[in-house]
């Protein structure tokens, strides 16, 4: 089975809704019809998406559009949070959960993974789910069962076509933003681990079409290490997001 690749952009907290828009007419001016047999996925701060889908709209672009986060409710006395059929509404197709700064500053567990992702299925989005070790498990020789663990809560109760619908991203905490990266034969590794254990769980047509990205600081400079890698389907980006060249030229780099 061949899997689309994937390069989505995870803007984090950057850009003001101008940047935002001069960001994504930059990509969107960029592409070319090369790029149609990758993926490509902008995931601007809440407040930039709707001008970000005004102008992929405009552009009658390929590009997809992506949130960073979700609350699982549909509405109601939830101050400050967003409901999966208001991303809809603005034209996401893509919702990055579980990303480590969540975990890490808002306090995100496996169990509230669990419920964006089912929560966002319900409404028609994919979730990029994000799972990764820190530096003190990697060094203790744990970070396969640590990521197969995060794996495993945040997929329960899917169905098998979700499973396979899935996108989930590897990104090793230590690599995030330092401008370290893993090899790719240990991102491999544990990109292998997820596709094995979705398959495990929902079977083996889930496991090939499920696609699996790195993610830690992957840059125009590094990415041709990852894409000869089997397991490994694109790739979440943080940093090289910001710069429509590199974005573009990530991409490219997995024709
Ligand atoms: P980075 O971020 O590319 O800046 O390391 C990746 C991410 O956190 O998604």
Redesign the pocket.
């Known amino acids: 089975m061949t899997r689309k690749p994937m390069i989505a952009g995870?803007w984090?907290m950057n850009k003001t809704t101008a940047e935002a828009v001069t960001l994504s007419q930059d990509i969107s001016y960029g592409y070319d019809s090369s790029l149609d047999d990758v993926e490509l996925v902008l995931c601007p701060p809440f407040v930039d998406l709707k001008s970000v889908s005004t102008v992929l709209g405009f552009d009658k672009s390929r590009i997809a559009l992506g949130a960073q986060d979700v609350y699982w409710q549909k509405s109601g006395a939830f101050t400050g949070a967003i409901s999966p059929g208001m991303l809809k509404e603005v034209g996401c197709s893509y919702c990055?959960v579980g990303?480590?700064?969540r975990r890490e500053h808002f306090f995100e567990s496996n169990e509230a993974v669990n419920l964006k992702v089912h929560a966002l299925f319900e409404e028609g989005i994919i979730p990029i789910v994000?799972c990764g070790e820190d530096l003190p498990t990697r060094e203790a020789g744990e970070a396969l069962p640590f990521v197969i663990s995060q794996i495993k809560a945040a997929l329960e109760g899917l169905s098998v076509k979700q499973a396979g619908d899935l996108v989930i991203?590897y990104?090793p905490i230590w690599?995030?933003?330092?401008g370290r990266t893993a090899t790719p034969e240990a991102a491999d590794e544990v990109c292998a681990a997820i596709r094995q254990t979705v398959g495990e769980l929902f079977g083996g047509s889930a496991a090939s079409s499920l696609r699996v990205l790195y993610?830690?600081?992957?840059?125009p400079e590094n990415v041709s290490f990852f894409v000869p890698m089997p397991n490994i389907d694109g790739?979440?980006?943080?940093?090289?997001?910001l710069d429509a060249r590199s974005f573009i030229d990530l991409a490219k780099a997995f024709i």
């Open positions: 995870n984090k990055i990303h480590s700064e994000c991203a990104e690599a995030i933003g330092t993610g830690g600081s992957m840059k790739g979440l980006i943080g940093g090289a997001a």
